[in-house]
């Protein structure tokens, strides 16, 4: 049996219930108004509340019944300050909020506010009232902020006390983190499925990866998208292009810049090696010629020239039509390589679907088309 004052709403037997801070989700058996049994009791009153499934051992004196996901349990409260003497900045005090008591930081904001830095998380609602104690009453204040973030900000705590909550917003926060301060009104924010969001800081968003695009290799002028969790939601707001795995300006295609000589002296080298393959140094490089058809890539980071390798998949499919198969030996003498570079064509064409290898040889797959 859970004793106490009920503080707002209702309760009721049936009622799914929810033992905070521990999180123990309950089921009200029976309620009690001055040992009697009630349907439901109503706010304001002494009430008895019967959940079975708890173990007197996990009750504890401030523990709060509460409707799952309606009050937020937090190690941090943001209040006004009342005080009876001075509240030094960083003391360590009891706070007293209902029947629960905890140590804490008192961290002053500003004259009128302090964050208070429990040592054990509560459970609060906007305008509780708290007490602070040392070895005396030092003071009070009401709960201005039941959950809020670390911070030393007054202006804050200004727009708070006012009920300006929107105007506290700037980066994406989930809008469910805002039920502690009953219905807002967003005003001028945005939302994009859970998070809300300053237009403000959507702009600048965009323009830093704007600048960060700009300052990004063109032959690849794409970025890595941010990771935070609000990501899949807000970029799709941006005037970016989602390639991949990266992020582009619009119709933003690739190009060689600096590289331009590298690249030329590249193509000069793959025609002179034939059916040699080429260890490339350069992969940026590498890949941005093979998506223009010049060289196509080959493993542990080698690469042959494009219409070499068109010669040398052409005489292994002749061969596997021929004869069924083509084993390592055939291809290499057949294309006039070594070893190791007939190995690495081989394992291109298995790449590309035209090739699977049986054994020690090759044979045609039966989609394979050219």
Known sequence: VVTGALWSGSVGAGDELRLEPAGHDVRVRSVQVHDHDVSRAEAGQRVAVGVPSLERSEIRRGD?????????VSFRLDVTLDELEPVP????????????DSPARVVRVGERWAQLRLSSPVVAARGDRVILRGETTVGGGAVLDPAPPRHRDPKRLELVERGEIASTVREPILAD????FGDLELGSLRRAGPWIFSPV????LEELLQERIAAADPIDPGIAPPSEPWSPEILPLLSLERRGAKLYLPGATPS?????EDAETLKRELAAAGMQALKVADPELARFLEATGTLVALGDGYAIGADAYVLARDKALEECRETGQITLARFRDLVGTGRRDAQLLLERLDRDGLTRRVGDARVLRRAARV
């Not at 800081?201 to 600048?204: D, G, S, T, V």
């Open 201 to 204: 800081w959507l702009a600048e």
């Open 64 to 72: 709060a019944l509460v409707v799952p996901d309606s009050f937020p």
């Open 177 to 180: 983190t805002l039920r502690r």
């Open 89 to 100: 900045d960083g003391v360590r005090l009891h706070v007293h909020l209902g029947t629960a």
């Open 256 to 260: 060689l810049g600096a590289r331009r």
